[in-house]
């Protein structure tokens, strides 16, 4: 059955003066993989994503978003609307608390930026969005990677999580390839080293399957 899909991508950017912002290191590849590969099967898909260097998919309702706020708005205007969502987006977890309006000069030896908590999306979908789909998230951890994501999975209320070991240098991040393991609650699936694509090809069949 053709279900319709709502996948979060990319990194945010949290501007800190006009000139400048902070960012997570994310080529979207994943998410864009996964809205790829969804469409391409006849779902419908509504692909939410910071700013990215790569083409949108064919037949995909594109959103672009540049901060975590925006994120969060469209999603909270969107996901009411899909059966399954996907947040393969690298958040900022904080933003600078105070924007100036003009160019921050260069005129001490250390500069302080005093940063606040972003909104949680994914950890919002459930209480604050009252979300009832499947729902997908992604963990990117350096350490004790299957045991943080499924702390990840509950907290969040997610059928399954995507767990994703960032400290590998051989793949993840700007790479065509990964290798993941989807984190149920009681039992972990992990994938062979895939491209992304086929990657998605998995992980929509394991969503599909919920
Ligand atoms: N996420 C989100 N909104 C945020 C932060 C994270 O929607 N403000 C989502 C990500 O898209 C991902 C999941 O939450 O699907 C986990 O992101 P991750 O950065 O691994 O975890 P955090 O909950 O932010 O915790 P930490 O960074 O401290 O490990
Ligand atoms: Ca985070």
């Known amino acids: 059955m053709k279900k319709h899909f709502l996948i979060t991508a990319g990194p945010t950017h949290e501007p800190l003066d006009p000139v400048r912002y902070l960012t997570n290191r994310s080529s979207g590849k994943m998410g864009y993989a996964l809205a790829g590969a969804a469409a391409h099967e006849g779902h419908r898909v509504t692909l939410i994503s910071g700013p990215c260097e790569l083409d949108v998919p064919t037949g995909v309702d594109f959103i672009p978003v540049e901060t975590a706020a925006e994120m969060y708005e469209a999603v909270k ?107 149920f609650a009681e039992h972990t699936e992990p994938l062979p080293k895939a491209d992304k694509y086929q990657l998605s090809l998995d992980i929509i069949e394991r969503a599909l399957a919920i």
């Not at 949680?120 to 350096?142: C, H, K, M, N």
């Open 77 to 183: 205007r969107y996901i009411g609307k899909s059966d399954i969502a996907i947040f393969a987006a690298a958040v900022a977890d904080y933003r600078p608390a105070h924007v100036p309006d003009q160019k921050i000069k260069k005129t001490g030896d250390t500069l302080t930026i005093e940063f606040i908590k972003n909104p949680d999306i994914l950890g919002s979908a459930r209480e604050v969005f009252g979300y009832q789909g499947t729902l997908i998230g992604f963990a990117a951890e350096t350490e004790n990677v299957e045991k943080n994501a499924r702390v990840k999975l509950q907290k969040k209320g997610c059928d399954f999580v995507v767990a994703n070991d960032v400290s590998r240098k051989d793949i993840g991040f700007d790479s065509s390839e990964n290798e993941v393991a989807l984190i």
